[in-house]
């Protein structure tokens, strides 16, 4: 089966983590509709996801020219809207999870298929918690809405490729209850 490129489309790569994973049930934030949502992090050292990303987001300004135009006699500079690469040592600097990353907040009101290394979906939803590093599927379009012009980053599907160090506090019971003493079944 032949694949069609699609500049304002990216697959992350690998050491791509999951973070405010609202993947299984769409979540409504600021009162606007509920969508499926993922912060994707990732680290300046994969400068071939972020050269992708880059280049993706040039795509859909370029594609998106009449919609950033709006009434307007212009279309506005690049360098002068809204777009979905931020830095994390600059946005996020006390968290340290974002240290030396980048993230783009992707979302969409469809569910994104999940599935495992191997490509089998995943349905179990202990399986994909905010943590996980994985891969993801995302389109970047643009939006001129209320005032406001820019880039989105759309969600497509997700790649589990390895557990991580649960974000948020929250500790899984696996890992809670690894260690106990049982002294008590004896």
């Keep these: 089966m032949a694949k069609f490129a699609t500049p304002t489309k990216v697959i992350t790569g690998v050491k791509t983590r999951w973070s405010y994973a609202n993947?299984?049930?769409?979540?409504?934030?600021?009162?606007?509709?509920?969508?499926?949502?993922?912060?994707?992090?990732?680290?300046?050292?994969?400068?071939?996801?972020?050269?992708?990303?880059?280049?993706?987001?040039?795509?859909?300004?370029?594609?998106?020219?009449?919609?950033?135009?709006?009434?307007?006699?212009?279309?506005?500079?690049?360098?002068?809207?809204?777009?979905?690469?931020?830095?994390?040592?600059?946005?996020?600097?006390?968290?340290?999870?974002?240290?030396?990353?980048?993230?783009?907040?992707a979302n969409s009101a469809t569910a994104p298929g999940i599935v495992d290394a191997a490509r089998q979906p995943i349905l179990e939803r202990s399986e994909v918690y905010s943590g996980v590093y994985g891969r993801a599927s995302i389109n970047f379009y643009a939006f001129n809405s209320n005032g406001n012009k820019g880039i989105a980053c759309g969600l497509n599907n997700l790649q589990k490729i390895s557990d991580g160090e649960p974000l948020g506090g929250k500790t899984r019971a696996e890992d809670d209850f690894a260690d106990e003493d049982e002294e008590f079944l004896s």
């Design 23 to 105: 993947v299984w049930e769409p979540k409504s934030i600021n009162g606007g509709a509920p969508k499926y949502s993922v912060s994707l992090i990732i680290p300046k050292s994969d400068t071939v996801t972020v050269g992708k990303i880059k280049d993706a987001i040039k795509a859909a300004y370029e594609e998106g020219q009449s919609k950033l135009k709006g009434n307007n006699k212009s279309v506005p500079a690049l360098s002068s809207i809204k777009t979905p690469l931020r830095d994390g040592d600059l946005d996020r600097p006390d968290d340290a999870t974002y240290k030396g990353c980048y993230f783009i907040n």
